[in-house]
């Protein structure tokens, strides 16, 4: 999406912070499992969020889908960051991150593992042990939970280390959801060691691939790969009881987002190929009115 270049409007640089906050609002309309900045943020701090995904955004995007040298836009989004920390950023994104950064006093490597992370997939295509998918995740999907949690004032290791499991979750959730796109991209993110641990191969799944069904070994490991989810978004729940009760409302929408495309999946026998499991705006509008009256109590 070429929309994170963006500087320039009608041929006028647009260097206004109000400006730069309304573009990342827009850019929070990319589709997402859950309403990324939902009412029970708290309304101060919706541009910071809008500006933290609207980085987070931009950097999978070039990962993903930019049409040039990957490795090279990422070199310049990396630029632009360094820049919100020694100078003065002009890409859009990154003059409201600038803004958010300052005000809340946020560490750059956070966002610098997100930018690795990207780095990785231009080489990396294939992960052996949960383990090795495991730390990509710490660099994939960890350091948003964490600057999340920033926002509020939460930098202690007992809920950044539930908010990993969440995260992490969340991006499990995701590769079980887009198997099929990964393959067209070159990329498995199911652990080799699980595929061979149900007797079977990264090729039977290429072939189960091309005939768009799978067969009951390799639905035998998607189960076992949501099992591994659910897993981690039970131990991270803990941390909804230990943060204000807008913030717990907020990240609950997130947990019960990710586990309802489980479901889905579940639903549809574990088969990814015979069609993308979502969450659509019905049952978006279900799960906001459960993270609103089930709230655990706070710790």
């Known amino acids: ?49 809008c500006a933290l995904y609207a980085y987070c955004r931009g950097v999978d995007d070039l990962g993903d889908e930019w049409q040039g040298d990957r490795l090279q836009a990422l070199a310049e989004w990396e630029r632009q960051l360094r820049l919100c920390f020694t100078g003065q950023p002009d890409a859009l994104v990154f003059v409201a991150l600038q803004d958010t950064i300052r005000r809340f006093d946020l560490p750059e490597e956070p966002f610098l593992r997100l930018i690795e992370a990207n780095r990785r997939d231009q080489t990396v295509h294939r992960y052996h042990t949960w383990e090795e998918l495991r730390d990509y995740c710490r660099c994939s999907a960890d350091p948003v939970g964490r600057l999340v949690l920033a926002l509020f004032g939460y930098r202690d290791e007992e809920r950044q280390r539930l908010s990993d499991d969440i995260c992490t979750a969340l991006q499990l959730v995701n590769f079980l959801q887009d198997v ?72 609950r929408l997130y947990r019960l987002g990710g586990q309802a495309v489980l479901q889905a999946l579940r639903r549809q026998g574990y088969d990814p190929f015979l069609r993308r499991p979502t969450v659509g705006p019905a049952a978006k509008a279900w799960l906001a009115c459960r993270a609103l009256f089930t709230i655990a109590p706070r710790r």
């Open 1 to 49: 999406m070429v929309w994170a270049w963006a500087v320039h409007k009608e041929g006028a640089l647009l260097t206004r912070l109000e400006e730069a906050y309304q573009y990342c609002a827009q850019v929070t309309r990319h589709y997402e499992n859950f309403q990324v900045v939902s009412r029970f943020v708290p309304r101060a701090l919706r541009p910071h969020f």
């Open 180 to 251: 099929g796109r990964d393959l067209e991209m070159g990329r498995i993110y199911l652990p080799l060691s699980d595929l061979a641990q149900f007797g079977t191969s990264v090729e039977e799944l290429l072939h189960d691939y091309r005939r768009g069904r799978m067969n009951p070994r390799l639905r035998r490991c998607i189960a076992f790969e949501c099992e591994r989810a659910e897993a981690l978004f039970r131990s991270g729940a803990r941390l909804e009881r230990m943060v204000p009760f807008r913030l717990s409302l907020q990240l």
